[in-house]
């Protein structure tokens, strides 16, 4: 008598065989599964698209801190977003936020944030807990604190100038003649360090082999990093990417201690003109449609990072 021997796992079925019935998905089971997240997503509608639908209807308002308007605001659908577009210091605000962000974000903190973190892995254990030290100790400063010292930096009277002074160099009133000058150094040095995190863990996560067979392959450290390293953390890059500008998106107290939006509005960027406009002049209507406009960049900027992310993930 023979006996026929099981099936393998993942064996192919023998011509004729019955195909295995496919489970039924229980609407029931789902609903279940789902209820743990319940309290995540009532607390996030509450406290995150609550305060975001609040904004939006805010914005097509004529609401105000004083007069009629601040006890009974009307609707005045986007008459407030006709007038900030018609507004002349709008567009360079937003000019102005760009390049504080392109430049103190997406290349300043990630390149250098890269590059520390490269040198690290190849230094020996002292250096790397002295650089990191150093880096990291402007990253966990309440951000008041960083700002004043950041402004005692640039300020007229200030470190640099000493320096300066020192080696027989003019000083020069920095804040006042280069204010996104310094307001995105300032930045770069205070963010840079979340940046050298990221990237650390990441390139620690790079196999040794990997680049091992590209040394033997004749590729040299550059070609190495730039063909081998960079392609397996380009999701580290890209989740760097998209925090670093979300982060910078929201400055506003580095920039309100070290130049005020100023000279003038030549550091006003768009948080700051919605802080002017709303509590300064006391438009809150027309502040939150500013505001509105920035939740809207940011989330530009977000849905094209998660794009990017999108293949990696799948």
Same mark, same amino acid.
């Given at each position: ?19 295995? &019935? ?9 609903? @279940?599964?789902?209820? /743990?997240?319940? +309290?995540?997503? #009532? =607390? $996030? ?27 009974? &605001? ?9 007038? @900030?577009?018609?507004? /002349?210091?709008? +567009?360079?605000? #937003? =000019? $102005? ?218």
């Amino acid at each position: 008598m023979s006996t026929t021997a099981p099936t393998a796992l993942g064996a192919p079925r023998a011509p004729g065989a019955a195909r295995p &019935a496919q489970r039924k998905r229980r609407p029931g089971r789902t609903l @279940l599964r789902s209820a /743990p997240l319940l +309290p995540a997503v #009532v =607390l $996030l509608g509450v406290f995150l698209l609550g305060p975001v639908i609040s904004s939006l209807y805010g914005s097509l308002t004529d609401s105000s801190l004083s007069g009629a308007s601040a006890a009974n &605001a009307e609707f005045v659908g986007f008459e407030n977003y006709a007038s @900030l577009f018609a507004d /002349p210091d709008f +567009p360079k605000s #937003v =000019l $102005l936020t760009l390049v504080f962000l392109v430049a103190s974000a997406l290349i300043g903190q990630n390149c250098l944030g890269l590059g520390l973190a490269v040198l690290m892995q190849s230094s020996h254990k002292p250096v790397r807990v002295i650089v990191s030290t150093i880096v990291v100790t402007a990253w966990v400063l309440p951000e008041i604190v960083a700002s004043f010292a950041a402004y005692a930096f640039f300020n007229d009277g200030g470190t640099l100038n000493t320096m300066l002074t020192g080696l027989g160099i003019p000083g020069v009133n920095w804040l006042y003649v280069f204010p996104m000058l310094c307001v995105i150094l300032a930045n770069i040095w205070r963010g840079t360090a979340f940046s050298m995190l990221v990237y650390t863990a990441a390139l620690n996560d790079v196999p040794p082999e990997i680049t091992e067979a590209a040394e033997v392959d004749g590729a040299r450290g550059w070609q190495r990093f730039i063909l081998v390293t960079v392609p397996m953390i380009r999701r580290s890059i890209s989740t760097n990417l998209m925090l670093t500008t979300l982060q910078t998106l929201s400055v506003f107290a580095l920039i309100f201690v070290m130049t005020g939006g100023g000279p003038g509005t030549d550091s006003t960027t768009l948080p700051l003109l919605a802080y002017q406009e709303a509590f300064r002049f006391g438009e809150l209507g027309f502040g939150t449609a500013i505001a509105t406009i920035l939740l809207l960049v940011g989330a530009i900027f977000g849905v094209l990072y998660i794009r990017a992310l999108k293949p990696e993930v799948d």
